[in-house]
Nanobody, 121 residues
Framework: QVQLVESGGGLVQAGESLGLSCVAS????????MAWYRQVPGRQRELVVS???????NYGKNMRDRFRVSRDNAKKTIYLQINSLKPEETGIYYC???????????????WGPGTQVTVSS
């Protein structure tokens, strides 16, 4: 079984920074693109940023300024640094990855359960 598990969420004050991480584990042959999404109340889930194995980064709309992504391919881990957080960014942050699973022997898109980020004003 393949899974992604996020960590690092919590309660922060507006203007503070937060670091998230997400690690893939299980029956994995290879990990391709990895990404962070978020869902804030009342809105659809949206792309924050994605990163390829070659560290090519693609930011979601209006996400370029305060978000920094990185990954460690050996550890099958993706990181997200969020600076100057705003209260309206309160929501659940999800990790996503394309993974070649040895169980099914094919690519699968895997989602983590999400981690709650709460920004107080």
């Amino acid at each position: 079984q393949v899974q992604l598990v996020e960590s690092g969420g919590g309660l922060v004050q507006a203007g503070e920074s937060l670091g998230l991480s997400c690690v893939a584990s299980g029956s994995i042959k290879s990990v391709n693109d990895m990404a962070w999404y978020r869902q804030v109340p009342g809105r659809q889930r949206e792309l924050v940023v994605s990163i390829t194995t070659a560290d090519t980064v693609n930011y979601g709309k209006n996400m370029r300024d305060r978000f920094r992504v990185s990954r460690d391919n050996a550890k099958k881990t993706i990181y997200l640094q969020i600076n100057s957080l705003k209260p309206e960014e309160t929501g659940i942050y999800y990790c996503n990855a394309e993974i070649w699973t040895t169980e099914a022997w094919r690519w699968a898109t895997i989602w983590g359960p999400g981690t709650q980020v709460t920004v107080s004003s």
